[in-house]
């Protein structure tokens, strides 16, 4: 199952727009929110998906009956560039644990890379409804490392990845590697660069949100 947002009209597209745009981007407090926006707009999004119990709550007048998440989920984030659009998702979810991971492209001399996973952080995942939040899907490569890692010590009972904008070739990746994930994006990018970065894309999401690496 994949979800992608831009393909209804909505006021998304607009943040979608600005997140793009190479004179917005030169505001990081802006760019970094538009990313939190358009988390929040995927969380509700799937939140439907999500089962829920009927709960009684006390009003002042009387007693209403609301449906309620049965389990809040819980959330994971490819750090750094991730962070705003998890943020998002965390606004929604505000019961949610967090799992932090660090993952990076380890660029050999001849240009090619690796993925380097650093470092996993985690509350207990068995049983539990796991969200996997990174700003980019390009290869795919890391979201699809970092999942089968976590599933070889966890039983998680539902895999979600969202991202904000995923290429064509990750896209395929993610779901041939990990065909029950369910995929989340505000939208497809059909090109990628010899350097693996899409096309049109946004740039690189960590150094817009927090400053270019030394």
């Known amino acids: 199952m994949i979800f992608i947002l831009n393909k209804t009209n909505s006021v998304a597209n607009q943040f979608l727009a600005q997140l793009r745009d190479a004179d917005i981007q030169q505001d990081k407090t802006r760019f970094r929110y538009n990313q939190e926006k358009l988390g929040q ?106 999942c089968k890692e976590l599933m070889a010590q966890y039983k998680i009972k539902e895999l979600h990845i969202a991202a904000v904008i995923a290429s064509t070739e990750g896209v395929a990746h993610v779901r041939a590697n990990l065909p029950k994930a369910k995929i989340w994006v505000c939208a497809i990018d059909e090109e990628m660069t010899s350097k693996a970065y899409i096309v049109p894309g946004l740039g690189d999401a960590g150094d817009l949100a927090f400053g270019e690496k030394a």
């Open 41 to 146: 707009i995927l969380a509700y999004e799937l939140s439907k998906t999500l089962k829920y119990e009927a709960r009684e709550v006390q009003t002042s007048l009387g007693t209403a009956t609301v449906n309620t998440l049965t389990d809040e989920p819980v959330l994971g984030v490819i750090m750094r560039a991730g962070l705003p659009f998890q943020e998002g998702f965390l606004n929604y979810f505000d019961q949610s644990p967090t799992a932090f991971i660090t993952a990076y492209r380890k660029v050999k001399r001849n240009g090619s890379f690796i993925i380097q996973v650093d470092h996993i952080s985690t509350p207990n995942l068995d049983d539990k409804i796991f969200i996997l939040c990174d700003t980019m899907l390009a290869t795919g490569q890391s979201i699809v490392m970092v």
